[in-house]
């Protein structure tokens, strides 16, 4: 097998809130979209971001039409997870986790879109496995 491409696609009620959001705060562009689509990318993530319109009838399976992605984590390594944490409050987004550093080196925060889609913002301070302050 050989990998081409790569996206996560999210159901959310309002597709356009959210994909504003992450053009607004996170400097997706918009690569496609149609009524209840939108896909996003980054040449620099690795991967597109789509959003789908909850009950979107091409949605398959049938089983996941009404489910949503709220809650769900999208996570994001920076290389200064500081700077980020300041211009993310400078935009006025409100942080749902502020900023704090896990014992095996994840220093992150998180923030919501209008569906409760949480982006979280990741900087690793040290490789897992090793002791603090260790490169």
């Known amino acids: 097998m050989r990998v081409t491409a790569s996206a996560v696609s999210l159901n959310v009620d309002d597709v356009e809130a959210s994909a504003s959001f992450l053009k607004r705060h996170f400097g997706f562009t918009e690569a496609m979209a149609a009524d209840g689509f939108v896909s996003l990318s980054r040449p620099d993530v690795g991967f597109n971001v789509i959003y789908l319109r909850t009950g ?10 009404t489910r949503r992605a709220d809650g769900l984590i999208v996570a994001f390594v920076v290389d200064d997870i500081d700077a980020e944490y300041a211009r993310i409050q400078a935009e006025g987004v409100k942080v749902l986790t502020p900023i704090e550093t896990e014992a095996w080196g994840e220093r992150y925060f998180q923030v919501a879109d209008a569906n409760g889609v949480i982006i979280q913002l990741v900087q690793w301070m040290h490789t897992p496995g090793q002791a603090e302050g260790v490169a």
């Open 56 to 65: 979107l009838k091409s949605l398959k399976p049938e089983s996941l039409k």
